[in-house]
């Protein structure tokens, strides 16, 4: 508990008449001094006995480089009090090559409020840099009525906030260069043959096989079956950071998971601190890219470079993609005027 500015200036009245009372005659101050005196020790009993306030925080959705967000905090008083609530934005670095804010506030998360009974305090942040990041810890400065009198709480609780990679349209770029990555997903889409079977009634025309079917001698049809293994014919992305810009790195290899996944593939990722198995839906591409919003710089082994249908890597010098054999320059999937270079990846 501490005097406001406000509460010293009156302390410091109260101090100056009491000197110049005991010179000159308390009579005539007693008007100024009394009052203030009555003023400031109702504001220090007031204070006193304010309860500490309950304080919980509702979850922020997760979002992308540019988007909005509301952080809103619940607050419950047992009586009306007024108080200055300030939360706390937090500055610094997340992962890979980000600096500085993580997210800016809109509106300024110091609120000069009343409190009674059940308050929601909210206020608006711009998502700046991916990484999981968080808000608070929040404080509640709470003062008499005439404000002379303060009593500050404090909570450590903080609420995170997971911000995804920057995920580029690759719809734009170098026309060849995207049927390559296509090429991927339609590969895979129905490679894991598994037997032939006789055709029946009401199976779909794209599953006979017309080959085969040909060289029966009764002209039968006969469809082809393949594994049920959910993990038949999934793509697998690594993703590697051999620099410190690992946000290009997130950011490619979001684009190029987000374009499979609406290819139709069944898309896997491995990045060199973490692995999402392969799988499909909103769900899993959302797992996909809380992976991606939190990878570090480092380097794969070997064995999961090679394994990898699709390579994203970056390197001192840009980012590129991997896709049989071919390292194309990323920018290239995303911007027509992307210079042209190529280069053979065993080469």
């Known amino acids: 508990m501490r005097l406001t500015p406000r509460g010293r200036a009156v302390v410091a ?18 008007a100024v001094v009394v009052p203030l005196a009555v003023v400031l020790l109702a504001g220090l009993v007031a204070v006193s006995r304010t309860d500490r306030p309950r304080v919980s925080r509702r979850p922020v959705p997760e979002g992308f480089i540019g988007e909005e967000r509301t952080v809103a905090v ?12 300030r939360d706390t934005v937090g500055n610094g670095d997340g992962p890979g090559d980000s600096a500085g804010n993580e997210f800016s506030p809109i509106s300024d998360p110091v609120a000069e409020t009343t409190l ?39 909570y450590d609780e903080t609420m995170p906030i ?26 895979h889409a129905r490679e894991e043959f598994d037997h032939l079977r006789e055709y029946h009634r009401g199976d779909p025309m794209r599953d006979v096989h017309w080959k085969a079917a040909a060289k029966r001698p009764d002209d039968d049809l006969v469809v ?14 690594a993703a590697e950071c051999l620099t410190t810009r690992a946000d290009e790195t997130a950011s490619a290899a979001a684009s190029v998971v987000t374009y499979l996944l609406e290819q139709g593939a069944t898309v896997g990722l491995v990045v060199p601190d973490g692995t999402v198995p392969p799988g499909s839906g909103r769900d899993h591409h959302r797992d ?39 390292e194309i320059p990323f920018e290239r999937f995303y911007s027509a005027r992307a210079p042209g270079r190529e280069v053979n990846a065993n080469a």
């Open 13 to 30: 009245v109260v101090a100056g008449a009491v000197i110049l009372s005991w010179q000159f005659g308390p009579r005539s101050l007693n």
């Open 116 to 154: 009674d009974g059940d308050e929601t305090l909210s206020y608006e942040v711009r998502l700046e840099a991916r990484g999981r990041h968080q808000v608070g810890p929040l404080s509640i400065a709470v003062r008499d009525v005439v404000g002379l009198v303060e009593r500050r709480f404090e």
């Open 288 to 326: 996909l890219l809380g992976l991606l919003a939190v990878a570090e710089p480092g380097e794969l082994d070997d064995r999961t470079r090679r394994d990898a249908d699709v390579l994203v890597r970056t390197d001192t010098t840009e980012t590129t993609v991997v896709v049989d054999d071919r």
């Open 224 to 237: 082809a079956e393949y594994a049920d293994d959910e993990d038949a014919g999934a793509i697998t992305v």
């Open 162 to 187: 997971l911000v995804y990679p920057r995920v580029r349209d690759l719809g734009r770029g170098n026309a060849a260069d995207i049927r390559t990555l296509a090429g991927v997903a339609d590969r």
């Open 74 to 85: 619940d607050v419950e008083t047992d009586r009306a009090v007024a108080a200055t609530v």
